[in-house]
């Protein structure tokens, strides 16, 4: 148990639609990371925060959005849903902005149909 | 953008063999972590290597850093059906303001036959 906790673990949805996920980082760890799984691309980084401001930004969709709260929570906001979205969503967490090393959760599965 | 090409992409051997997969880039990496990851589940971090030449060792698994610090290895010796599972190395380069970012391989999908 790495100690990041994500819900759902599984989410079955239609296209066009929106969904939250979301992620309790470990205690103490101020960076939140999210990254997206898929069997093509691999593990594609999306977004980072640090104490809830925006840190660094990968590969994310603008239909993609994010955000960190005060109580270190995170939240990735998925919307007009398409199939291709369909993947594995992992958060991640670290002690602090620096990712040398970071724990992820066990993942929220995404099927859009 | 910086890239990480892991090799194999998939191996299959058999309980007892031993085995190498390889990490490698043309960027310099401040530090490199191997993780293992499960069917459905999340990466779990293995190790970390941070000196250029470093060598960890965990058990069975031997991780190496290169000393110009742009690839790795993972050498695992008689493999054993429990470490069936992805792996997947990350660079960690820094990114500005106090912050580190982690680039992905692709990983290699091994497979250890009883």
């Known amino acids: 148990d790495s100690g990041v906790t994500q819900t759902p673990k599984h989410l079955i949805t239609a296209t066009g639609q929106r969904v939250t996920l979301r992620c309790s980082p470990r205690?103490?760890?101020?960076?939140v990371y999210w990254y997206q799984q898929s069997l093509d691309q691999g593990l594609q980084f999306l977004i980072q925060?640090?104490?809830?401001?925006?840190?660094a930004k990968g590969n994310i969709l603008e239909r993609f959005s994010a955000q960190q709260f005060p109580d270190l929570h995170s939240e990735l906001n998925l919307s007009s849903l398409e199939l291709g979205d369909s993947a594995l969503y992992f958060c991640?967490?670290?002690?602090?902005?620096?990712?040398?090393?970071?724990?992820f959760g066990e993942g929220s599965w995404l099927t859009v149909v | 953008t910086q890239l990480l090409e892991q090799s194999p992409q998939f191996l299959s051997i058999q309980e007892g063999e031993n085995l190498t997969v390889y990490c490698n880039s043309s960027?310099?990496?401040?530090?490199l972590q191997w993780y293992r990851q499960e069917p459905g589940e999340g990466p779990v971090l293995l190790v970390t290597?941070?000196?250029?030449?470093e060598v960890k060792k965990l058990k069975r698994l031997t991780f190496q850093f290169g000393d110009a610090r742009k690839d790795s290895s993972l050498h695992i010796t008689a493999a054993q059906p429990g470490d069936t599972g992805l792996y997947l190395c990350?660079?960690?380069?820094?990114?500005?303001?106090?912050?580190?970012?982690?680039?992905f391989g692709k990983g290699t999908k091994l497979s250890v036959i009883p």
């Open positions: 290597v941070v000196t250029g030449g």
């Open positions: 205690s103490g760890d101020l960076s």
């Open positions: 960027s310099v990496f401040s530090s």
């Open positions: 925060y640090y104490n809830g401001e925006e840190r």
């Open positions: 991640a967490s670290s002690r602090a902005g620096q990712g040398n090393t970071i724990y």
């Open positions: 990350a660079g960690a380069a820094y990114s500005g303001a106090g912050s580190y970012q982690l680039t």
